[in-house]
């Protein structure tokens, strides 16, 4: 599990903005950042920001990811 306090400070690499904690099925738990539509993995509860390393996520997966995503700066459950 990704520490309370970390979540409040990461940003997204590429924009300085908040990122969403989303779940992803099978490929588990992701920061996301709405406003680019990237999505950041988390590798054993390190996550991987780096721009590179993002993925573009489908129309389908913003409307989920937004819906049910967590603020970083939001306690997680």
């Given at each position: ?5 970390l ?28 406003r ?25 997966e ?7 995503g967590l ?7």
């Amino acid at each position: 599990m990704l520490d309370e306090k970390l979540l409040k400070v990461l940003v997204c690499p590429a924009d300085r903005g908040p990122l969403l904690l989303v779940e992803d099925g099978e490929r588990g738990r992701l920061l996301y950042n709405p406003r680019l539509r990237r999505a950041y993995r988390i590798d054993d509860d390190i996550p991987v920001l780096l721009i590179d390393q993002a993925r573009d996520v489908t129309d389908d997966e913003h409307a989920r990811f937004t819906a049910a995503g967590l603020p970083t700066d939001s306690p997680a459950g």
